[in-house]
């Protein structure tokens, strides 16, 4: 019986953490779709040497590379949005410095730059 316990329990959280890589994923296509279409330029910039080494998103934010495929993803969907392109030149943003971005709740954007 314990045997049988310990495997569906393996069983559990295997696909729990699938299901939580799959949900982080969709969540990352919403967000690249949502930046591809929008046609709001509100954003900030907040760059990641600002954030507290504490804080879980430094460490995940700073392991990004532009190499990085979902940076690489971000990057081509703020590039296919020419009013938002035109927005982040004018504030002498470069693309190529950007690895993650986050929506805030009033449609506006957040891009953390290296």
């Known amino acids: 019986m314990n045997r049988f316990a310990t495997l569906a329990a393996i069983g559990l959280m295997s696909a729990t953490s699938f299901a939580g890589a799959s949900f982080a994923s969709d969540k990352a296509s919403s967000l690249d779709h949502d930046i591809a279409t929008t046609k709001m330029v509100k954003f900030q910039l907040q760059d990641i040497s600002s954030i507290a080494k504490s804080d879980p998103n430094y460490t995940a934010y700073n392991a990004l590379t532009p190499k990085s495929p979902g940076v ?43």
Do not use: P, W
């Open 72 to 114: 690489h993803k971000l990057q081509a969907s703020i590039e296919s949005n020419k009013t938002l392109m035109k927005a982040l030149k004018a504030d002498k943003v470069e693309i190529n410095n950007i690895v993650a971005a986050k929506k805030a709740e009033d449609g506006g954007l957040t891009f953390y730059v290296r």
